[in-house]
């Protein structure tokens, strides 16, 4: 689920330029069709401007996806998508094929012509990601020193791309023949086969293969010619037009419903941000009937939706096949189709699409909005923040927050003078960092009580609350609160409020009797006392007990056999359990978790266990000092605020 939510959010790159490029590329041909068919200046501006995106849609993709499946790209890996792209559809486009069968043109398999799709583009996107994330830091030879790190990046992708040719070569012509074959027989069960052949058209969306279900039944690959006939006004009356009709109540009214459905469900403080791309997304699918900004937008992130969505399009084909009702289209199947086919000879009844329409906005509307609350989806606004590194989901939905952080919220809420009080959130590795309007309305006091191993005030409106190292959870479940998806614990509630078991407040219940605990230097550098630390939560001994050291080398070690309990996604901390449950927090620099990762390469995974010396993080402490932290790193013990740190 983890890569998935990563793939849906990666899509939301390139999805969100296409409804203004569908928008462009449907008035073009509005104007077009308003002149009789023919094109003027204007049309051919315009949709020559929504064509330039729209028919490079999987190159689109193929960018979109490599930027935002590789881990802190700067770039390079949108690069590599790019080159995975060129070097497979270059090698498998009909000209390069023909010469590789040393055939003519006219010889190839047209599999290859419908190669340029998102399916492809996807695949060229995760092999540029994959290729990013492995391959960035490599070292070469001397003499090849050049191309080492991020410079072998495009050259592997090459190759990778180049097996990925070759099994496509010999794998997409059977793909392609057998989903025609399927096609032409689809078409021999009438009103049932519109039915199937709609659900399929939506389900074969994500691979592209829906353009060789689509030319069986809307040209003339089979005899059908349903598009063709249509514009030409020269089909079969109350026949033609019906692989194409249930196609706009759907794209016109069904699809913004649940544009609508995921908006009203998104998480409150989301709202707006997710408000542009469902709203430009239900345009798109109105007017014009480009439906990809809103269908790519919960395809991925909850593909149960998606196949709901598919069944809904079968059925709808299916209805309109057995009523009175025809409508066809040159574009897609939105509104400005429908206006320009309502006089068509072939049009029956098009008044009845519009009836259809309202039927299936309330139908999506109700259904999406029900199976996401229901179940919890994922859709644009409610995705997690963050993920465990176990590849659980953070929990930060109704019913998925542990009661103890949810009661924890509830008081640190109250304490922080309400919800109304707080104008940003965010957390670090062991704080609550917030921006509140009114400092005074703060109770310390209250904050300890509900579990706070202290609180800071750097200045201005800035407060910061520390927890410990569960503290992501606590910050989850007060923005499911503020924004009304979970409920308030009730006053009889028997829900236990203890602080967390990582802050340094708390008894020490695993570490060894012994205060003393012995480590070998983590990192390189003076030590110096933890006092020093420009960090009061730090220097005050808040966090617990420790030392710090000023680095001089950019590798951070284990100090001792342990387990690792926790890496942050920013790099810039790792939390340990050492073999006597003394739990030992290194975090690097001050207040570098503004850095985003920027810097830091983790070289441990949450759960391994590591022996003394093992590397935990490599560490620029160039981009540290330019970036204006301190480097000095604290060394802490979380869970025994007796102990005291010894090296050895």
Partial sequence: MKFFQRLGRSLMLPVAVLPVAAILSGIGYWIVGANGGEPNLVSTFLSAAGGALLDNMPLLFAIGVSLGMARKSDGTSALAGLVSWLTVTTLLKPDTVALFVGAGLDEVDPA????????????????????????????????????????????????????LSIALFFVWPLVYGALVSFGEFIATLGPFGAGLYGFLNRLLIPTGLHHALNSVFWFDVAGINDLNNFLSGTGE????????????????????????????????????????????????????????????????????????????????????????????????????DLVLGWVNPMAQNPWIILVMGAFWFAVYFLVFRFVILRWNLKTPGREDDDFLENGQASADAAGSADEKYLATASRFLAALGGAGNIVELDNCATRLRMEVADVARVDDAALKRAGAAGTIKPGGTSVQVVYGLNVQFVKDAMEGLMSGELREPAAGDPVAVAPDPGAATTTAVAAPPAAVVRLRQPVAGAVVPLASVPDATFAEGIMGPGIAIEPTDGTVVAPADATVAHVFDTGHAVALVLSGGVELLIHVGIDTVAMKGEGFRTLVEAGARVTEGTPLLEVDLEAIRRAGHPTVTPVIVLNDERARIELV
């Fill in 237 to 336: 009356y109350g026949v033609t037009g019906q692989y194409m009709t249930g196609f706009f109540p759907v794209m016109m009214f069904g699809l913004p419903g649940a544009a609508l459905a995921m908006y009203v469900t998104a998480k409150t403080a989301r709202k707006k941000i997710v408000y542009g791309i469902l709203l430009s997304g239900a345009v798109s699918s109105f007017f014009v009937g480009v439906t990809e900004p809103l269908e790519f937008a919960f395809m991925f992130l909850a593909p149960v939706l998606y196949l709901i969505h598919a069944v809904f399009m079968g059925i709808s084909l299916a209805i309109s096949a057995i009523l009175p009702v025809r409508m066809g289209f040159g574009f897609s199947g939105g509104f400005i």
């Fill in 112 to 163: 290859f012509g419908r190669l340029q799709n998102v399916f492809i583009g996807i695949i060229c996107g995760l092999i540029g990601a994959f290729c990013y994330d492995r391959f960035k830091d490599t070292k070469l030879p001397d003499a090849l020193s050049f191309f080492s790190g991020k410079r072998s990046v495009a050259i592997v992708t090459a190759g990778f791309s180049l097996v």
